[in-house]
């Protein structure tokens, strides 16, 4: 079956300081992968999303995702971390051969110090 | 943002009487989903829909059911509440044949406590 992993549970940064949040899934196909960040209390909010072609993907707020298919990795990345940016942060994946669906990893919570 | 809704926006209501949550879209998407969304677990699909009418399970649907008489209406019914049921409750929407290509997007949410 296909399952999205998110191994941090809590990661706390300095302001400033550069991220990285880890997803790793596990899919019999060829993946369809998102990032969805979460503030407190809102929606999800699409950041970035890779279906083909480059596997460095830029997406919104200064974020971006590198594909690493060797790895079965889309890690999530920022140079330099605003304290705005602290919120939930989901990775998300999904194929044709498993219909319209995606399978949600659990969830990174991210924490910002000033 | 897309047009989404969701109502009510919270809810407490007691073991055994049923619920329903209701999801409006002003996007004419194809595509609409119904999500919980717990502490530890990420976002869990209930049921989905790919048209009016046409509906389907998902991975977390037991205790649950769906319809969908409008393009822009999902709602989503718990027959008889029970605890583990508490949870937030989100809809998303999606358009296009190749449903995947596009965004998920997605609604508030309902916060539901079931006493």
């Known amino acids: 079956a296909q399952s999205v992993t998110q191994p941090d549970i809590h990661i706390t940064v300095s302001e400033g300081a550069s991220l990285e949040l880890r997803c790793n899934y596990s899919y019999g196909a060829t993946p369809y992968l998102f990032w969805y960040v979460q503030s407190p209390g809102q929606g999800l909010q699409l950041l970035l999303k890779?279906?083909?072609?480059?596997?460095l993907v830029q997406g919104i707020k200064g974020f971006e995702a590198e594909f690493k298919r060797s790895q079965s990795s889309f890690n999530l990345r920022k140079p330099s971390v605003h304290w705005s940016d602290a919120a939930e942060y989901f990775c998300?994946?999904?194929?044709?051969?498993?219909?319209?669906?995606?399978?949600f990893g659990a969830g990174t919570i991210l924490r910002v110090k000033s | 943002d897309a047009g989404i809704t969701q109502s009510p926006r919270h809810k407490v209501t007691e073991t055994g009487t049923p619920v329903t949550l209701r999801c409006h879209q002003t996007?004419?998407?194809?595509?609409m989903y119904w999500y919980r969304q717990d502490p530890g677990h990420g976002l869990r699909l209930i049921h989905y829909?790919?048209?009016?009418?046409?509906?389907d399970k998902g991975e977390v649907s037991d205790g649950y059911s769906v319809s969908r008489s409008k393009t822009e209406d999902f709602l989503l019914t718990l027959e008889s509440a029970t605890s583990s049921q508490t949870s937030v409750y989100f809809c998303?929407?999606?358009?296009?044949?190749?449903?995947?290509?596009?965004?998920?997007?997605f609604g508030p949410g309902t916060r539901l406590t079931v006493l």
């Open positions: 829909s790919y048209g009016v009418k046409d509906t």
């Open positions: 998300a994946v999904g194929a044709e051969e498993y219909g319209n669906k995606l399978v």
């Open positions: 890779y279906f083909s072609g480059d596997t």
């Open positions: 996007e004419n998407h194809r595509y």
């Open positions: 998303a929407i999606s358009d296009q044949e190749r449903a995947l290509l596009n965004t998920q997007y």
